[in-house]
Structure formats: C-alpha cells, structure tokens
C-alpha cells in the first residue's frame, strides 16, 4: 500500500484503537466521540458532584496549555556537523530551539524511551525568566529571534508585580511536563529542582499529568555550605527536587552503596566463622505477647526486659538464635543478650534518604568551580546563579539509571550542559554506556570578551571541554555529541503558513521535486524523515550499493525495520524497486513524481510500508 507522507498526529492509532477496543460505544459511526466517553466513565454509583466541582489545581490559561500539550509539531530538527565530536558514532545529543517544540519533533522517535529526565526549569522569582508569552507558535519565535528578522525575545521577564505571575510560569509548565510524561519509559521517573516560589503548584501539577500515586518523595538539597548573611529574613539553604516515576507501583530506586565508615562498624571479636557482625538490640517497647520471660547467660545470670519492654523473640526462637551462636552475651558471657548482625547477610546497599547534605552531592559553590574550570570565564551571574553540582546529578544518575545498559537521560532546561558533564562523569566512573539529549534555548549572553554568546554555546563548549579531559585518562566512556537546531519543515506542504495569501499558493507544487523546499540539504530531509518514521536522531545513515538508485538507508538497534529513502526526481528504476523486494518489512519513502502507476504497483507488492512525498 502506498500512503503519502503525512505529519503524525498527537493522539497516536495505537491509542485510539486500544480506546476503541474498550469503549466501542465512543466510537458511533467510526468517529471518537468524547462525550459518549465521558458517559460510559461515570459511575451509577456515584452521586454526581455538585456544581461539577472537583479539587485541583486551576489557572487563567489552562484550557490554552492543554491544547499546547497536544498540538503536533510543526518543524523539525536539522543537523549541524561539524561542531560535535565523534559525530559519526556518539549517542549523545544537543539541541539547540524551544524545548516545547523539539519534544514534540522527537516525540515519536523517543516516546516511551526515556529512562531518567531531570529538569531545572526557571525557579519564577520574579528575578528570572520565563520562556516567551507566545507560547502557540514557539517555532515561530524562536526562528525569528534566530534569524535576526526582528527583537522579539525568546524570554521574557516575570515579576511578581506583572499579573498573572503564577499562571505564565503554569503556562509553560505544562504542556512541557505533559510531553516530558508522554517521553518516560515505563521504569522510568522524573527529577525536577525547585525553590519554594513554585513547589507547592509543581506538586499540583504533576500530580495531574502524572498522578498522585506515582509521587515517591521530594528531596531537600542543602545547596549552601554557609549562612547568607545578607538574606532578608532567613538564609535559603536549600531547594527541593520533587520526583515522580512513571509507574509508582513498579518503579523502585537503586540503593546507595555502603561506605567505608558504614561497612567499619562491623567486627569480629569471637572470630564468627561468618564474619564480621554488629550487635542489634533483643527488646523492643512494642507490646509481643510471647515477649515475657526469663533468660540465663553462660555465666549464669539472669536477665528481663526492662519495665515497658519486651523481647524481640519468642522464647524458642530465641533458643535457636542463642544454639546457632547468634547471641552475644559479652566477652565474658553475663552481659544483656544482643542479636548478631552479619555483614554478609545484610542489603549490599542502603536506601536513600530524602535529606541531601552538601558534604555528599555538593553544593553551588562547587557548581560554580565545576563551571568554570570547563568553560573558563566568570561573569555570567545569570548563569551560576542556577548551575547545578555534577555530584549532585550523579547521585539521581545512581538511582534511575544503569551502567550495564543504554539508558537515555534528557534534560530540557539544560543550562550549561552539567546533566550531559555528570553522564559522561558517570558513565567514565562505573564503565557506563547511558546517552543524554540536552535541550537549550540560544540565550544571549552579556560575554563580548569571549565567542560564547549563548547559554547554548556553553553547553557545547563544557561538553566539548569535559570530553577531552576525559579522553586523556583514556577513557571508554562516549564523550562525543551531534548538534541539531530547530528548524522548518524540508517539506513545502507543511510551510503553507509561510505564505501571506492564497495568491501566493497557486505556484505551490506540492509533487514532484516541488515536494521539497529550494535549495534543501539531503542530510535535513533525511533527518526530518527519520523522526516522522520513529528512528531516533542517534540512527544510523547510508547510502547503499545494492539499489540503482541513489537510496538512504536508516538503521537503528532498537528498530526491527530499515527506513529506505530516496530523493531522486527520475523515475525510479526497476533495479530499484526489485531490490525492495529483499526487504518486505521495510519502509520506503520516495518522491511521488518518481513514480509511475506500473511502478507504484510494483513497489506496494514489494513493500509493505511505501510513503511518497
């Protein structure tokens, strides 16, 4: 069969059928009605509520942000070689735009694929910035602020004194947040740092997109290692990282590994054959009915649980630990009974805590050292003021992810790239093999003494930078990137909003060659392509021998079929088409002029999936 090449939309086929599958009576005449849904949810045995009130959290603006979240994308992301490293076999990935329309841009490519996001979204202030007020076409602005085709701002200011404070910081919450949901693996969870300017509405929010029970717990992190003694009313010694998994049934941390100083409270003074132990108190106030008796050391004294206490144990199964030399009563044999603790028998790890001391993960004061020994320069306060401590980013990096496999961890509020420095940190430490895609918008900065005049050229100057030193020790670890920026669609079909009238359209030819925009790069289509077919931007390219003509192949692990293009304006050879027919379960997408109606019969017996432009 062949289809034309068509933009996918939010609400996939799979979840429609799957909702049609369960609910057939929300489908009359073939057609999703949502209403019909809404009716068949509501339960007969419920008194419908009053007033059709419900708690939750509201704001001017939140129908618009629902819709945002499932508008499609309406570019794409074209390739910068040359400004990566080890281009051709890295895994990582920065990209320069919007973060809200590059997440729809990878959304079909990575959906369900991310192991770890950590965010560190604009604190709201009233200090900082928030992303542009034109919230409905951020590809729009941020290719006009790009492009120097006027001064309109990627962000704009939020005081606390503008109105609307609250709501302009929800706005561009949550369509981002909802995408960021839609992007998580099913083991996968969600880190995000904030202060207390916005917690308490962060909380609200993701309890909507990613419901209450799968909270598992805000972390307070002690940022500062010394009172501010300028503040106002209190020091601010912390910030929070609230977290939420996937799926909170499933989803469990990794525990932290045991020190030194934890493993050196175990010893052995009796030479247990089992090795070294602790002793573990025998009584407990909690009431046991079988917890009151009398027990006689070796020495031949006696002991009771002091008043309010009692044993731990029954009376035989502490006759069993005590035959089984499970029992310390002293060096000399008459102290209080204690139970052993083995080393060997305990959990090779602990669970972590919700209270993050500077002396373990960092804090700023080390964020910024970390700064500026990869990048190099001082003045950024803007900056500093929000960069995060690599230590810090390793321990969530310790929690979700796993060294033995190509975990993906995304950041997008990446700042000065210290996700993409802790990854590659990690992945040098423990052998690791995880891959990060770091999002940032081009944001000027006031730097005229040196060539980095956007947080996004710090990003890649640090990753760059991290990288080498890495790379000198001699590193396995993959420090290299790819660079893509936000860009419009290779497809004129999909640009008619370019045009300023209907007069203009008519020399539109939307076949053919003219399927593909004046002066297009085969690499940007074939990237943009990729990304509709659901192959991620860490795919691999060629260009194949065995077809006549000039076809692409796109090749990916985690793909179990090849994406065939073709971009040639003659009409395809029967060479060609007879050699789709070895790879039947592949996809070829070529121009419609290229073919003929013998040929596109031919193709659509050959192939099961052909897409024409």
Not at 430 to 446: A, C, S, T
């Amino acid at each position: 069969m062949i289809d034309e090449m068509k933009r996918p939309e939010r609400l996939d086929e799979d979840r429609i059928e799957a909702i049609k599958a369960l609910f057939p009576e929300a489908f009359p005449d073939g057609k999703f009605d949502a209403q019909t849904l809404k009716e068949l949810l509501e339960s007969p045995a419920e008194p419908p509520v009053e007033g059709g009130e419900f708690y939750g959290l509201n704001w001017p603006g939140k129908r618009q942000a629902r819709k945002l979240a499932v508008k499609p994308s309406e570019g794409t992301l074209a390739p910068v070689p040359g400004l990566g490293v080890s281009e051709d076999t890295t895994g990582n990935v920065i990209i320069e735009g919007d973060n809200l329309e590059v997440m729809r841009t990878i959304l079909k490519a990575y959906a369900g694929r991310v192991k770890l996001i950590y965010i560190d979204p604009p604190y709201n202030t009233g200090r900082d910035f928030v992303y542009s007020d034109d919230y409905s076409e951020p590809l729009e602005t941020y290719l006009r602020r790009t492009d120097q085709q006027d001064d309109m701002g990627l962000l704009t200011s939020n005081p606390k004194s503008g109105g609307r404070y609250h709501s302009k910081w929800l706005d561009m919450m949550y369509p981002r947040l909802k995408l960021a949901h839609e992007l998580l693996s099913p083991e996968g969870a969600i880190f995000v740092s904030l202060d207390d300017n916005e917690i308490f509405n962060l909380r609200h929010l993701m309890d909507e997109i990613f419901g209450a029970e799968n909270f598992i717990t805000t972390v307070i992190w002690q940022k500062v290692y010394a009172p501010k003694n300028s503040a106002k009313h209190f020091s601010e010694d912390h910030d929070y990282i609230a977290i939420y998994a996937k799926d909170g049934d499933y989803w469990r941390p990794r525990l932290m590994p045991r020190s030194d100083e934890a493993n050196a409270r175990y010893i052995n003074p009796d030479n247990d054959p089992r090795g070294p132990w602790k002793p573990g108190d025998t009584t407990a106030r909690n009431y046991y009915a079988d917890g009151l008796y009398e027990v006689e050391s070796p020495s031949g004294k006696k002991f009771t649980p002091a008043r309010g206490n009692y044993w731990r144990y029954s009376f035989s199964r502490f006759k069993q630990l005590d035959q089984d030399k499970r029992i310390w009563w002293g060096q000399e044999g008459g102290n209080m009974p204690s139970v052993k603790r083995f080393l060997s028998e305990v959990r090779q790890g602990i669970v972590p805590q919700t209270l993050w001391k500077y002396e373990d993960v960092g804090h700023t004061q080390d964020a910024k050292r970390e700064l500026i020994e990869f990048v190099g320069f001082e003045n950024t306060d803007n900056v500093i003021d929000s960069v995060k401590p690599t230590k810090l980013l390793q321990r969530i990096l310790h929690l979700v992810t796993d060294s033995n496999t190509n975990d993906i961890v995304l950041d997008f509020f990446s700042g000065t790239g210290s996700t993409g420095h802790a990854v590659m940190k990690q992945n040098h430490e423990d052998k690791g093999n995880r891959k990060f895609i770091l999002v940032q918008l081009p944001v000027e900065l006031d730097t005229p003494e040196t060539k980095l005049k956007t947080i996004a050229d710090v990003t890649m100057e640090r990753i760059r930078n991290v990288g080498a030193a890495l790379s000198s020790e001699k590193t396995q670890a993959d420090v290299g990137f790819r660079l893509f920026r936000t860009s419009r669609s290779n497809l004129t079909k999909w640009q008619t909003k370019t045009a300023r009238s209907v007069a203009e359209l008519q020399g539109f030819d939307f076949t053919g060659a003219g399927a593909l925009v004046p002066d297009y790069k085969t690499r940007d289509v074939l990237t943009e392509l990729m990304l509709l077919e659901g192959f991620p931007l860490d795919s691999r390219v060629e260009q194949s021998p065995e077809f006549d003509d000039e076809v692409h192949v796109v090749t990916h692990p985690e793909r179990s079929f090849r994406l065939l293009v073709c971009l040639s304006t003659d009409t395809l050879s029967d060479a060609t088409v007879q050699a789709t027919a070895k790879y039947p379960k592949d996809t070829f997408v070529c121009l419609e002029s290229s073919l003929n109606d013998q040929l596109k019969l031919r193709l659509a017996d050959a192939v099961e999936n052909v897409k024409t432009l």
